[in-house]
């Protein structure tokens, strides 16, 4: 995390862009940096099953506000507009956003924050319950990023009879393919992932060899960073946050902010 002096310059620019996503379909998103000359890290944020809501623009922002270069695609684009809660209901109602569309959106939104001129050329992936799972799915799927970050994703472990035409595959069974280091934040308490399907992955990930650091809050279940809900746990998710940017400061280097 960036250590701030009283006398440092500051400033952002948020704003929503467009950009190509899955095979070149232009598809909007939520751009947050920081102002000056960089060179600043990139992140890709993949919104949770609650759509791509006003939580998901603050967490763009956050990043920013941390050094980074932080854009968040609306992965529901196809399905049309509405409200968040809206859109979100209409996709479960489709049978959930076809995996294949997802990875082409995040891997498009990845290769758009390595093109600009701010960029020190490594970018990560965050997502958060379905976003997780999908962040963990583009990380296996593709070889754009250097570290990937998982917060309680579930169905990463799919059994055969709750696979989709959209869901194919399990993200578990793509574990060999995982092309950057891993970190996974969950809750004791969750119902999905629960902690035998965390233990399932992480069985996978040392099989494979794979680079990755899980942790495993008691007392918390699903969502425990979302303050606006009663699944926050204040504890984890400040401990969680922290684990986080040291991850990616790790892997993605150092952010860089104008003095």
């Not at 794979?210 to 960073?225: C, L, Q, R, S, V």
Request: proline share 8%; net charge neutral; glycine share 12%.
């Amino acid at each position: 995390m960036h250590p701030y002096t009283t006398d440092m310059y500051e400033g952002m620019l948020a704003e929503t862009i467009m950009l190509p996503g899955h095979s070149g379909e232009i598809i909007n998103a939520y751009y947050a940096r920081p102002l000056g000359p960089g060179p600043f890290p990139g992140v890709v944020l993949i919104h949770h099953m609650p759509g791509w809501d006003e939580l998901y623009r603050e967490f763009t922002r956050k990043f920013a506000h941390h050094g980074y270069l932080a854009i968040s695609p609306n992965i529901y684009f196809r399905f049309g507009h509405a409200s968040p809660d809206d859109m979100s209901a209409k996709v479960r109602g489709s049978g959930g956003v076809p995996d294949a569309s997802v990875v082409g959106d995040i891997d498009g939104s990845a290769r758009y924050l390595k093109s600009l001129p701010l960029s020190n050329g490594k970018v990560g992936v965050f997502g958060t319950c379905s976003g997780g799972r999908q962040a963990f799915l583009v990380a296996c799927r593709t070889k754009t990023f250097d570290a990937a970050v998982n917060c309680w994703g579930g169905n990463v472990v799919q059994p055969k009879e709750k696979l989709t035409p959209a869901q194919p595959v399990a993200p578990i069974d793509y574990t060999k393919d995982l092309s950057c280091p891993l970190l996974g934040l969950f809750g004791e308490e969750d119902k999905n992932p629960t902690p035998e399907n965390v233990r399932q992955l992480e069985e996978e990930l040392k099989k494979y060899g794979k680079n990755y650091d899980f942790t495993m809050y008691p007392g918390a279940g699903h969502g425990f960073f979302y303050y606006p809900s009663v699944a926050y746990r204040p504890e984890a998710a400040v401990d969680g946050w922290k684990k986080m940017f040291t991850f990616f400061e790790k892997y993605l280097g150092t952010p860089g902010r104008e003095r």
